[in-house]
């Protein structure tokens, strides 16, 4: 089933820092607080809307919610709690940050309801920690996350590529951290700078260089295979894109079809790898089929997949052909004769 998730933003409400990278109120829009009435209305309006069968679920972010005084915690997932508790929706879930939790909140949350909980974890790096103003070494977010699972808290880390400070050998050390840690889940926003952030004052004074939307899309890729590879699933890359994004955004990799343009570069290194471990003769070509749905990405923007191996191997024809008998992710590569199957979970 589908999911549909009913977001509740409360911009900055419990936030004990101010994130370098960070202004929800820009990228939510939203400048005051919600409170529990406006909860309970947004809930209300957004069930009224579905008509389809969908496992929905309200969640809340944009802030530090379990920083939050237990009172408040407990005005704004009432009307949630309520919800649940009348079959409307499935889960409750929330954001914030890793040092703020402890067993006597998580045992709070379970009480109402909450079944999942994402920490804004960024990075492993403390070096980048410390550069994005975090106030947190990596070494809470281990605690934390121990303290999710024995709650029996579902656990999703979000992760912020591209930070001040951070190169691959930083990358790979979250990367390894993550899967150590083993999470239910992972989100993949690389850093973009925003105006009204303190990113944005380091960018404008040229201390500062975002990643290019290329550089983004290979670090993103990198993760994502090795997340997956190891069973944790990503369930984004890249921040939804939205008009009030558009109009903050000043610099760095943003790009509305973010995700898209990391699972193409994925079938890009897939292909690849594959064509530089394995004769070909490249005067015969070959035909890649794939699932359907993976057309545009398997081509990449503008085709551009094909175009670079064409170019790179100097070969006569790439075909593609769609079938649905294969798994979405993976590729059947056919070559004189033969079939190779080309798994994500293949080392590349
Ligand atoms: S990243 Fe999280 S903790 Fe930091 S300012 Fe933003 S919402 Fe608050």
């Avoid at 209300?44 to 530090?64: K, P, T």
């Avoid at 499935?90 to 940050?97: D, E, G, K, N, P």
Wanted: hydrophobic share 40%; glycine share 6%.
């Amino acid at each position: 089933m589908k999911h549909y998730i009913i977001p509740v933003f409360i911009p900055h409400l419990g936030c004990l820092h101010e994130c370098i990278f960070c202004n929800q109120r820009k990228i939510t829009g939203l400048l005051t607080p919600v409170t529990a009435r406006q909860v309970a209305a947004v809930i209300q309006e957004r069930l009224a809307d579905i008509n389809q069968a969908r496992r929905i679920e309200v969640a809340f972010y944009g802030g530090s919610f379990t920083a939050l005084p237990q009172a408040m915690q407990n005005e704004l997932l009432a009307p949630a709690s309520q919800a649940l508790y009348n079959g409307q929706i499935h889960a409750i879930r929330l954001s914030t940050r890793p040092d703020c939790i402890t067993g006597s909140t998580l045992a709070n949350l379970r009480s109402h309801g909450v079944s999942i909980v994402e920490l804004g974890v960024q990075s492993f790096d403390d070096a980048v920690l410390f550069n994005a103003a975090r106030g947190h070494s990596s070494q809470i977010v281990a605690e934390a996350v121990n303290l999710l699972k024995a709650a029996g808290i579902s656990c999703g880390l979000q992760l912020m590529p591209g930070l001040p400070g951070e190169d691959w050998m930083s990358l790979i050390t979250t990367v390894r951290q993550t899967v150590t840690l083993c999470p239910d889940f992972v989100r993949i926003y690389p850093a973009i700078v925003i105006a009204g952030t303190r990113l944005a004052e380091l960018y404008q004074q040229g201390v500062y260089q975002p990643l290019s939307l290329p550089q983004a899309v290979a670090r993103c890729a990198y993760m994502k295979l090795v997340f997956e590879r190891q069973g944790i699933e990503v369930i984004r890359t890249g921040l939804q894109a939205s008009e009030e994004l558009d109009k903050n955004v000043l610099a760095g990799p943003y790009h509305p079809a973010f995700g898209e343009l990391v699972d193409s570069h994925i079938f890009y290194l897939m292909l690849t790898r594959f064509i530089e471990q394995n004769f070909f003769d490249t005067e015969t070509g070959f035909t890649i089929v794939h699932h359907p749905k993976d057309t545009s990405k398997v081509r990449g923007q503008h085709n551009n997949n094909l175009s670079r191996l064409r170019l790179q191997y100097n070969l006569s024809a790439i075909t593609l052909c769609a079938d649905s008998t294969v798994i979405p992710g993976s590729l059947l590569l056919r070559h004189k004769g033969l079939s190779f199957l080309l798994s994500k979970k293949a080392k590349i």
